[in-house]
């Protein structure tokens, strides 16, 4: 089994952990960090929804408040096919993703597709775009 591969499987596993009891559509998303540490999110909601917060950005949170900022992988899996990170999420990853980062969205361990933060956000607004203020 390959890196990419467990990290489906982890994030597959993670998913019985989601909060979704108002839309009941799980999300689960595992992370690598640059260090070789994993991460693992789910959705959770709340009854005002504008509180909730996605698996992706569970997860990457996660791995931030334990001081790691540089990810390798972002595996997402959810209850659709091909579940993709919403626009916020999108974003939340354009700030920590770089062009090596692969962003697996993920059916099953024999399902899955690879992208780039630039192919998910294509003429994002990045930390980049400060440095020339």
């Not at 467990?6 to 952990?17: G, H, P, V, Y």
């Not at 990810?71 to 899996?77: D, E």
């Not at 993703?97 to 962003?103: G, L, Y």
Request: glycine share 4%.
């Amino acid at each position: 089994m390959n890196e990419i591969e467990q990290l489906i499987n982890i994030a597959l596993e993670n998913k019985k952990n989601s909060y979704s009891p108002y839309s009941h559509f799980r999300v689960s998303c595992a992370v690598k960090t640059g260090t070789g540490s994993i991460y693992k999110g789910v959705n959770i909601e709340n009854a005002a929804y504008s509180p909730c917060i996605c698996a992706e950005r569970s997860a990457m949170s996660a791995a931030i408040s334990a001081g790691e900022i540089e990810f390798t992988h972002i595996v997402i899996n959810g209850d659709s096919h091909d579940t993709f990170p919403c626009g916020v999420c999108r974003q939340f990853i354009r700030e920590f993703a770089d062009k090596n980062t692969q962003i697996v969205i993920a059916n099953a361990v024999d399902d899955y597709r690879i992208f780039t933060i630039d192919e998910l956000l294509p003429h994002s607004f990045s930390n980049e775009d400060l440095k020339e203020i």
